[in-house]
């Protein structure tokens, strides 16, 4: 004790204040850092002290990133000398949160009750967001018609629906007539951004198949550290095919391009057999007129 007195002494001797214990504190009650997904909502307490001999009424306040929100504020609490409070803060992570670390800054406000002291103390709690990886594909113009031996071009849309930067690359899953051009193969994305993709459909010189073919495309997409997502999507076209003079024009047509072929081929022969009968009746009106 004679140690302090003589350490204040010395203190004003010189002009100084005496050291005094600070009268409020504050600490993250949690271990840091706290996980979350986003949209979750997030329970974080925080112990505050009094530490005076009169008793005092602590208030506070949260100091949350950008878009966050609190859900429930907290009611002045009166503490006596050296009691802890856990003050509860919720607030809600916002569904469209990118992955990453952040800071919520907890600030609190003390004022004895006598009215001589005000006292204020801060705590910081680490809140890490999960990554969601997210990718949509998404066909954005009409099935191209392919005439044999030419080419032609789809678009496509791919979206970052995630929370996390991407890098996608994307392949023909099983090739086209002959071959599939896509242009960009790797496209970075940041979380929420969208890109346009070109797809180029080659077809043989002398293809006969017509009618509608498809090919899938198929994106791989990883962010940084985060297993890798995949995504397919059909591209669909209609190949008209070239036609050969000497094919049988019945076997390059299928389906209901048949039926009409055979229903029209039908309907002529019954005209010509109608025809011909009309003919012969005709003649026979002639010869046996003259008598």
């Known amino acids: 004790m004679a140690g302090v007195a003589l350490g204040c002494a010395a203190s004003a001797a010189r ?36 530490h005076r001999v009169e008793a005092g009424v602590v208030s506070d306040v949260l100091r949350l990133p950008a878009a966050w929100a609190g859900a429930i504020e907290s009611a002045p609490q009166r503490l006596t ?72 071009e789809a678009a496509l849309r791919i979206t970052n629906s995630g929370n996390t930067d991407l890098v996608v690359e994307l392949r023909d899953e099983r090739g086209g007539p002959d071959g599939v051009a896509i242009s960009p193969r790797r496209v970075a994305l940041a979380a929420g951004a969208a890109s346009n993709v070109l797809v180029t459909l080659r077809t043989p010189p002398h293809a006969v198949r017509a009618g509608q073919q498809a090919v899938r495309i198929v994106a791989r997409a990883a962010g940084d550290g985060e297993a890798p997502i995949t995504q397919a999507i059909a591209v669909p ?32 022969a019954v005209q010509a057999e109608v025809a011909g009968e009309s003919a012969t009746a005709e003649d026979e009106r002639k010869r046996f007129s003259f008598f």
Request: charged share 20%.
């Open 81 to 152: 000398t050296g009691q802890k409070a856990l003050r509860l803060k919720v607030l809600r992570v916002p569904r469209q949160a990118r992955a990453g670390l952040y800071e919520v800054r907890y600030e609190a406000r003390g004022e004895s009750e006598t009215g001589g002291v005000t006292a204020h103390a801060t705590a910081t709690a680490e809140v890490r967001v999960a990554a969601r990886p997210g990718l949509t594909l998404e066909l954005r113009s009409p099935p191209p018609i392919v005439a044999a031996g030419t080419e032609a």
């Open 237 to 268: 076209y209609e190949v008209i095919p070239t036609v050969d003079p000497t094919a049988d024009m019945f076997h390059l047509l299928s389906g209901s391009a048949r039926a009409v072929y055979a229903r029209s081929h039908r309907l002529a």
């Open 15 to 50: 002009g100084e204040a005496p050291a005094t214990p600070e009268a409020l504190t504050a600490a993250a009650a949690a271990a840091q850092p706290v996980e979350v997904m986003p949209g979750d909502v997030l329970p974080l307490g925080f112990l505050v002290t009094w």
